[in-house]
């Protein structure tokens, strides 16, 4: 008796929708990159069984709780070791990591660099507010110089780090950097294949403020 072959389902926004609203402040540039990531997965065909979200701490970290894919919220700064290990147990998942600015080039700033030395498969969303939103508005390390927190009323008194240079020198294979606001740009950075099989590309954000002078974008980056 003859098998008939069962056609995939078509994947919709609907199918990656989480099961928790996300509680993030109104405006704020993480919403877009959400619906940015649930889109490229969409054109891409991903089933939801097939990618795994991984984060650290902070706002921009309670992602993989907002979208229907397998998920680990992971300890502050250490999602790309989390993540590093899931590749490596399982090859065929596509993996995506989402953190912020502190959680990605603060505390984690180690495994940021290390990540990518070591050519990872996997795609790092970093989305950079230049701040600590989280914690209501510290200084962060993507902070401008002479900016003013609750950590530094008289203004920021270092100079941010650079994290597309960074990762430039790091060795990333696809390095792109864009703002929360443009969908469809977020889109297409999110589904560009990138010529070589790798890094995690980093990607700087700041979604709620298009204004900063270091990244003034959401960050997607695809290996």
């Not at 596509?94 to 700033?109: A, E, N």
């Not at 290390?114 to 970093?126: E, G, P, S």
């Not at 270092?158 to 469809?184: C, H, M, W």
């Not at 790798?198 to 979604?207: F, L, Q």
Request: glycine share 10%.
């Amino acid at each position: 008796m003859a098998t008939e072959a069962i056609a995939p389902k078509t994947l919709t926004m609907k199918d990656f929708k989480g099961r928790v609203d996300p509680d993030w402040c109104p405006g704020c540039g993480d919403f877009g990159v959400l619906a940015a990531v649930q889109k490229a997965l969409v054109e891409l065909q991903i089933p939801n069984h097939e990618v795994m979200t991984i984060s650290g701490i902070g706002c921009s970290s309670n992602f993989p709780g907002f979208i229907e894919t397998y998920g680990m919220h992971t300890l502050h700064g250490r999602s790309l070791a989390v993540a590093t290990g899931m590749k490596m147990a399982n090859h065929a998942m596509t993996v995506l990591v989402t953190g912020g600015d502190g959680d990605g080039f603060g505390i984690g700033g180690n495994h940021f660099m290390h990540t990518m030395r070591r050519n990872v498969d996997l795609t790092y969303i970093v989305m950079d507010n230049q701040i600590y939103g989280l914690t209501t508005g510290q200084t962060s390390p993507t902070s401008r110089l002479g900016m003013k927190t609750k950590s530094m009323p008289f203004g920021s008194v270092e100079a941010p780090i650079n994290p597309i240079s960074l990762a430039l020198a790091a060795g990333a294979t696809f390095v792109a950097r864009a703002f929360s606001g443009d969908q469809k740009h977020r889109v297409a950075l999110s589904t560009r294949p990138s010529n070589t099989r790798a890094s995690p590309s980093s990607m700087s954000s700041a979604p709620a403020s298009p204004t900063t002078t270091t990244t003034p974008s959401s960050g997607s980056v695809r290996a």
